[in-house]
């Protein structure tokens, strides 16, 4: 018996399901079909199917429309989609790009600074930073998107340090700066990406990093940075008692660190 041709599916970036190399054509209605059993993980009554997928239709209609959809899309494949009369539920062979991502994201949060059981290289950065279908707007998505969103940059977080502990600082660099642009106003992505110049021992590029996000904070928000990313660089080699920062409001004077970035400018140019 020939090996069965394995079956891909893509949410992140756009819907694509490959069949091998080959992209298989799926109707919109059935993309949304395929995405839903897919993003639910496991068997999903058809009712609550058909009434997520158009639950502007009477029961009956959407219940019809789902029929009609799940006979296409298993025109395309019949492992596509496995029907019962009241459950459906993903084929069980198909690779799930964001099942993976989230696979990932657990295995780092469990292994701590232990990653020599771990591939750090098995999920890449696109799909750490990538959108879960960006262009469709439909209301069911937008928990789904929101908790893969936060996936992502708890993983992008645990790769930068897992990555640091590893001695791969250049690559855990990109992977906190990846967080920031995810979200740049994540206080726990730019102190990760602080200790990460700490632990390669950057020191001046710490400094210069909490400085860039205390502007930013103060910009965005009118707050400071807490006292535990203030307090990473008080750790460093030439360690500076920095203020104590209200978080209602932004000091006018120059503190330590910038008075040492100064000086030290001022030095190279003399």
Same mark, same amino acid.
């Given at each position: 018996?020939?090996?069965?041709?394995?079956?891909?599916?893509?949410?992140?970036? %756009?819907?694509?399901?490959?069949?091998?190399?080959?992209?298989?054509?799926i109707a919109t209605? #059935?993309?949304?079909?395929?995405?839903?059993?897919?993003? %639910?993980?496991?068997?999903? #009554? %058809? =009712?609550?199917?058909?009434?997520?997928?158009?639950? !502007?239709?009477?029961?009956?209609?959407?219940?019809?429309?789902?029929?009609?959809?799940?006979?296409?899309?298993?025109?395309?494949?019949? %492992?596509?989609?496995?029907?019962?009369?009241?459950?459906?539920?993903?084929?069980?062979?198909?690779?799930? !790009?964001?099942?993976?991502?989230?696979?990932?994201?657990?295995?780092?949060?469990?292994?701590?600074?232990?990653?020599?059981?771990?591939?750090?290289?098995?999920?890449?950065?696109?799909?750490?930073? #990538? !959108?879960?279908?960006?262009?469709?707007?439909?209301?069911?998505?937008? !928990?789904?998107?929101? +908790?893969?969103?936060?996936?992502?940059?708890?993983?992008?977080?645990?790769?930068?340090?897992? =990555?640091?502990?590893?001695?791969?600082?250049?690559d855990a660099i990109?992977?906190?700066?990846?967080?920031?642009?995810?979200?740049?106003?994540?206080?726990?992505?730019?102190?990760?990406?602080?200790?990460?110049?700490?632990?390669? #021992?950057?020191?001046?590029?710490?400094?210069?990093?909490?400085?860039?996000?205390?502007?930013?904070?103060?910009?965005?928000?009118?707050?400071?940075?807490?006292?535990?990313?203030?307090?990473?660089?008080?750790? +460093?080699?030439?360690?500076?008692?920095?203020?104590?920062?209200?978080?209602?409001?932004?000091?006018?004077?120059?503190?330590?660190?910038?008075?040492?970035?100064?000086?030290?400018?001022?030095?190279?140019?003399?």
């Amino acid at each position: 018996m020939a090996p069965k041709v394995p079956l891909r599916l893509t949410l992140i970036g %756009r819907f694509t399901l490959w069949l091998g190399s080959q992209e298989l054509g799926i109707a919109t209605s #059935g993309q949304r079909l395929v995405a839903l059993l897919a993003l %639910r993980g496991g068997p999903v #009554g %058809r =009712l609550h199917v058909a009434g997520t997928l158009w639950p !502007d239709y009477s029961t009956e209609r959407s219940l019809a429309d789902l029929r009609t959809t799940l006979w296409r899309v298993n025109q395309s494949s019949e %492992r596509v989609i496995v029907a019962t009369p009241s459950l459906l539920r993903l084929g069980p062979d198909i690779e799930v !790009d964001v099942r993976n991502l989230a696979a990932f994201a657990r295995r780092l949060n469990q292994a701590g600074a232990a990653s020599e059981n771990i591939d750090l290289d098995s999920v890449g950065l696109g799909d750490l930073t #990538g !959108d879960l279908l960006p262009d469709w707007y439909d209301d069911w998505l937008q !928990d789904e998107r929101e +908790g893969l969103r936060q996936t992502r940059l708890h993983a992008l977080e645990s790769l930068a340090r897992v =990555l640091s502990a590893s001695g791969r600082h250049v690559d855990a660099i990109q992977a906190a700066l990846a967080a920031i642009r995810v979200e740049p106003l994540r206080e726990t992505a730019h102190r990760t990406l602080i200790e990460t110049h700490l632990a390669e #021992g950057n020191w001046s590029e710490a400094c210069r990093q909490f400085q860039r996000f205390r502007r930013l904070l103060r910009e965005e928000l009118g707050v400071e940075p807490s006292d535990s990313t203030r307090l990473l660089l008080e750790k +460093g080699p030439n360690p500076a008692r920095l203020p104590r920062l209200a978080s209602h409001a932004a000091p006018q004077r120059e503190t330590a660190i910038s008075a040492q970035l100064r000086d030290s400018r001022t030095s190279s140019r003399a």
